[in-house]
Nanobody, 119 residues
Framework: QVQLVESGGGLVQAGGSLRLSCAAS????????MGWFRQAPGKEREFVAA????????NYADSVKGRFTISRDNAKNTMYLQMNSLKPEDTAVYYCAARILITSSYNYWGQGTQVTVSS
């Protein structure tokens, strides 16, 4: 079955950058939608970015447009979230997730990686 493992989180000053990685295993992902979500303390989980693995539209939350970029490396079965111009409000646990195209819910999730942005 599908397994997702995030890495790359850490502590960074406002204005800095981090790149998160999500290593995917357990299958081929050409028929999957891959996404990033985050959850800050005391808040609900929120959508960050998503794309279809095989190509097509890429969607970003308004709060991260122009600053975050989602990408993939097919050979490594890895997707990335490049985060630039980080703000303190970006502080959260970031999760990668996956769903098959014909479903509406993300049913595969990673364990999360902490991103902390200091002012």
């Amino acid at each position: 079955q599908v397994q997702l493992v995030e890495s790359g989180g850490g502590l960074v000053q406002a204005g800095g950058s981090l790149r998160l990685s999500c290593a995917a295993s357990g299958g081929t992902f050409s028929n999957y939608v891959m996404g990033w979500f985050r959850q800050a303390p005391g808040k609900e989980r929120e959508f960050v970015a998503a794309f279809r693995w095989s190509g097509g539209s890429t969607n970003y939350a308004d709060s991260v447009k122009g600053r975050f970029t989602i990408s993939r490396d097919n050979a490594k079965n890895t997707m990335y979230l490049q985060m630039n111009s980080l703000k303190p409000e970006d502080t959260a646990v970031y999760y990668c997730a996956a769903r098959i195209l014909i479903t509406s819910s993300y049913n595969y999730w990673g364990q999360g990686t902490q991103v902390t942005v200091s002012s």
